[in-house]
């Protein structure tokens, strides 16, 4: 674990998070996420190697639905929500420099 | 069709290929909104399907159980899974996110078998979600570059799938077309999926390398946008093309996807993004483990069907013929082979029966009209010389037009009968006799003298004459 | 102010009207509402509505529900359809779900009049409701302080007398704290024991709803009607409601209620000294006080902290302006988004996206979200071995009473820390609930928190209840 977090990251990170920051932002950002992240270093002092994970706080398994239709959201309900929309669709920007 | 051979200077082929198959259920993966391809856009959709605030996804148990026939019939071991979330912006994706599985799967360790007893190895088969369908507007090629706007419908977005991944054990582009025909007909069998590329149900990604003998395998490209068989096979020969040119005029090449343009016949890059995305997959906290009972997976596993390999085995035990031959695999695809064995168990002449079939029956579907009985004698008439083998194609016509029938009876009304061997025998002589200059070039081994004598001997019999069984005559004359 | 039990009772008999009660709860809202700012959204027009139905359905001797006539506020992050739901972020403002939650369904279905949608913490980050874009709720007690966070609104409501009851959210505490702070009774239930669908989410292995209330018995009313198992939600707990009311007037006596010893520092004095006086009350009703270890308490800011925005970043990523709310427009899609998101997100919620996401991101998974979860094991486990020992656990609720606004909004590992006696019941998925208990020097309300181990809530409404009786 890193004792800081170095600006580049940060940028890097906004950029995964679709986060734009002004350089002033990035700043500011790095060096509270450092702050914690620093803070957070109390966590090494545990030897955890034989430790499980815990991801569900309640040991549930199968839970699963029968193979039935609902009926849909009304269309225009939703579409009225929406920030743009067109022919019975959303309506979105170009996706330039996109993978498929 | 091309095979490794192709590739020049000792480039060998490796290929992989990860098919994704929508499941044919009434429901989506995560909720009860209608999975139905076709529909107006936006009209199968719900909270979960949106991603609205708020919504929570449930595992649909009908998908489970069709993902689990897909891994038994492919051999694989099912086990105790769990689902993740895959992360990245699209909008397409309605959550941002996919649920998928990553490190535990439900389907590992499988595989296909190709003609040849070629063995496929599949790596897992497991359960995820469809996106939704953007579809772009504007922009001098309506593809994504340079459009003005795309709109999106998430009819699709939720839909089931099963992405099956296999391992890179295929070697031809041969073999990559059968293990999706394959495949497909997999799916089919078992009921999980209609399979249709051109709808979509079914999609092909194909990753290709090249690499020389005794060296690791080469830097893969993974090509998108292959909506047929054919195409499978066309873009794994160019991709493969493409990179040995590459690499021999001193380049690398690079690791991306490849999109395929099936109206140029080449692959083009994708423009990717600056930073390569990061998944940052964890566990869906939303979910809960899957852990398929035995006894569930083993009701699974005995409720499958024959599946088409074993069907084809059987038969051509059955006929006689190659279990990797067309009749083996034509009869099966259309669903055929019972009704051959029926006609075999009928006292059909096995092999017959089956060329027959092939042959004449492609319209019929799996339950054909003419009676099995009625079929296998027909095939016992031309077996035992009673008619001709043209005579016998003709009958077979009838027989389907009418849709059964006593098949003495029409050869009778035909006024079809095979001459027997010794009025062959006399009628050989006799055009002997009336060509012996034909005859005599024959004997001196000229081949192309046997047609004048055949040709003579059918147009006298009136059709009569079988002319295969002249033709034999002729031959063991020559060498007397 | 009226009990939410004694307005059922009064609608029910007749002896009052669903109507006359909503007029009531309207009028204090309109008396100080200006002041207080508890609501983002006030249903009056609705509310008037039901109430008059319900009304209508008592005349007519048709059956009504368990909580008819009850004015009921909502905290501004649960889906009600047609009607806005903002979790106070401008990025969902004038956004109308065309679905209820739910616990909305069923506090309909009980003959609940909801009179509003109540401020939070943006998406439910924070503790002191500072973080809502749409300004912060003031502490009806004392207006210079904060309610808490992030269910600052609904605990408000609760406190001012706008609403008999309400609900909120609580992640890391954001029930319990605002119910401590303001005075009144909050409840954390076990994990999975109320339903998340239409709950926005902000940390799904750690969000719950759970009620506000006056006192304990309305808290164990409202809960019955809110709990319970939902084939929507898949991580609901099979199991049906736990009757609650009926073991309030249990009593505590042959328990044993564990002490904390190495409880984590940084609790005022006088928070401290109102703990005593709950120990010293539950040995007078016959309970024994056994000390109880949670070595890994201290590690359970740090975990939760790693968790709960890991988490958060992949829930909120959704909020990208293509389908429903706010949308700043760009020339290209990724442009879009980062605009949209830029401007509708506030601080505090792009600093847990960013600590969120870095956590889970490549390289760094291991070290920080993969050994969070790990921690959280710890803690779990530790509860376990507790509760061999002891059936329930007292400590603060807040290490302080309500603070003054401003004063930790510069640092935000100082906000945090406001949470921890809250947080670890949180990552074990147990129920907790705060409980009034006597005032702080500066005669501001301490709250008492009741832990209990998971499905346990009988046993925590028992001690509650007693606490109450000796508070």
Redesign the interface.
Known sequence: ?SDS?SKE??V??????????TPEQAEK?TS??A??LD??R??DA?D?SD????????P???????????K????Q???D????A??????????????? | MSDNTTLPNGWQLVVGLEVHVELATKTKMFSASTNRFGDEPNTNIDPVTLGLPGALPVLNKHAVELAMRIGLALNCKVQPCTFHRKNYFYPDLPKAYQITQYDHPLNVDGFLMLPGDVRIGVERAHLEEDTGKSTHFGGSSGRIHGSDYSLLDYNRAGVPLVEIVSRPDIRTSEQARQYVAELRAILLAVGASDAKMEEGSMRCDVNVSVHKAGTPFGTRCEIKNVNSIRSVGRAIDYEARRQVDLIESGGTVRQETRHWDDATGRTETLRTKEDADDYRYFLEPDLVPLVPEQSWIDQVRAALPVLPAARRNALAELCGVDKDGESAFVVVERGQDEYVREVVSCGGDPRRSVIYVQQAFAEQGPTPKVPARDLAALTILERDAKVTSTQAKTLLTDLIEAGGGDVVAMAAKRGFEALDTGALEAMVDAAIAAEPGAWQKYCAGEEKALGALVGAIMKSSKGKADGKAVTAILQSKRTK | MQKLVEIVAGVTSGSTTATAVVDEHLARIKAREGEIHAFNLVTADQARKDAAKIDEDVKAGKAVGALAGVPIALKDNMCTRGVETTCSSKILQGWKPPYDATVVTKLRNAGAVIVGKTNLDEFAMGSSTENSAFGPTKNPLDISRVPGGSSGGSAAAVSAGFAAASLGSDTGGSIRQPAALCGVVGVKPTYGTVSRYGLVAFASSLDQIGPFTSDVRDAATLLEVISGHDPMDSTSIPQPAASLVSVLDHGVKGMRIGRVTDLPEGCEPDVLARLEAAFDAMRNAGATIVDVKLPSLQYCLTAYYLIAPAEASSNLARYDGVRYGNRVDAADLNAMYAATRESGFGEEVKRRIMLGTYALSAGYFDAYYGKALKVRRLISDDFARAYKDVDAILTPTSPSTAFKFGSKTDNPLAMYLCDVFTIPTNLAGHPAMSVPFGVGTDSMPVGIQVLATTMGEQTMFKVAAELERAS
């Open positions: 674990m977090i990251t940060v890097k990170v906004s950029r995964l998070a679709r986060l734009s920051l950002m509270q996420l702050g914690m803070h957070f109390d966590i545990l955890l430790v499980e994970p815990m991801t569900q706080p309640y549930l398994k199968n839970v699963m639905r029968e193979d039935v239709e609902a849909s959201l009304d269309r309900e939703v579409l929500q929406a920030p743009a067109e022919s019975g669709r959303f309506r979105v920007p170009p996706t330039i420099g996109f993978d498929v």
